[in-house]
């Protein structure tokens, strides 16, 4: 019998009822973890996913609201017992350069990708023992020179990420917690392509010299490592194919 080395750990996922949220479930699932998969509105798919992993829960939360952010702690906490793996995936990807971009548009963007991992992580933590991890979701836009003045607004909410798990790697490394970011280059989610057409999608594997977009799975395959990693905090991980 081979060995799972998250056997007997409680991973907690938002957004995870698709892309890289899902491929990161199934893949934890598969090392021994048991899975609560949080989603904001596709209770079909959420189901669908959690009906294959033994054990796994699937809760609906509205990532950027710290009232149910609250409920969603409680309420894994209570099924659970604890939080070992805190994988910090949910978010949305507005293509809003300065002149477009509006204060709603500015407030819902950082309330789901910023403002909601935050305070994600602050509630978890009291239930997270030594050893525990927590890893959010960057971009490696980034860092490319390839980066579009309409990726400015989500953009600026992934700066926040990276600062964010270099500054906590530090205020949790007391409490033996570790923080990390994975930052994926263009990886196959349906959020990735929708509204692109062949030659925008060629051209975009084209940034990276093995010429194809990343999978789900090989982004997830980054976070699971970095759920049992033992001596990896405070690094933003790209996961891209060289693109940069």
Same mark, same amino acid.
């Given at each position: ?5 998250? !056997?007997?750990?409680v991973?907690?996922?938002?957004g ?7 491929a ?7 090392q021994?973890? *048991?899975?609560? !998969?949080? &989603?904001?509105?596709?209770a ?5 996913? %959690?009906?294959?992993i ?18 969603l702690?409680?309420?894994?906490v209570q099924?659970c ?6 994988v910090? =995936?949910a978010?949305i990807?507005?293509?809003?350069n300065l ?5 709603e ?9 910023v403002?909601g991992? &935050?305070?994600?992580?602050q509630k978890?933590?009291p239930?997270m023992?030594?050893g525990?991890?927590?890893i ?8 490319a ?5 309409? &990726?400015?607004l989500? =953009? ?6 990276e600062?964010?798990? *270099?500054v906590? !790697?530090?205020d ?5 917690i570790? %923080?990390?970011?994975v930052?994926?280059?263009?990886t196959g ?7 692109? =057409?062949?030659?925008v999608l060629?051209?975009?594997a084209g940034?990276?010299?093995m010429n194809r ?11 699971a490592?970095?759920s ?5 905090s405070?690094?933003? %991980? *790209?996961?891209n194919?060289?693109?940069a």
């Open positions: 019998m081979s060995v799972k080395p998250l !056997a007997g750990k991973a907690l996922i938002t995870a009822s698709k892309g890289i949220g899902k990161t479930a199934v893949r934890l699932a598969q021994g973890a *048991r899975i609560v !998969a949080t &989603y904001s509105s596709d079909a798919a959420a189901k669908e996913l %959690v009906k294959d033994e054990g796994a829960l699937a809760i609906q939360s509205n990532a950027g609201s710290v009232t149910e952010i609250d409920a702690v409680k309420e894994v099924q017992g604890k939080i070992d793996i805190l910090l =995936n978010g990807l507005p293509m809003k002149e477009n971009t509006t204060e548009d500015f407030d819902k963007t950082f309330a789901l990708n403002k991992p &935050y305070f994600l992580a978890a933590v239930h023992a030594p525990s991890h927590i959010f979701l960057s971009t490696t836009l980034c860092a020179s390839t980066v579009q003045p309409n &990726y400015l989500y =953009n600026s909410t992934k700066g926040a990420i600062q964010m798990t *270099r906590m !790697a530090k949790l490394g007391p409490k033996q570790y %923080v990390n970011a930052a994926p280059g263009p989610t349906e959020l990735f392509f929708k509204g692109k =057409n062949e030659q060629k051209m975009i940034f990276s010299p977009i990343g999978e789900p799975d090989e982004i997830a395959e980054t976070i490592y970095l049992g990693s033992r001596w990896v405070g690094q933003v %991980v *790209r996961v194919g060289g693109m």
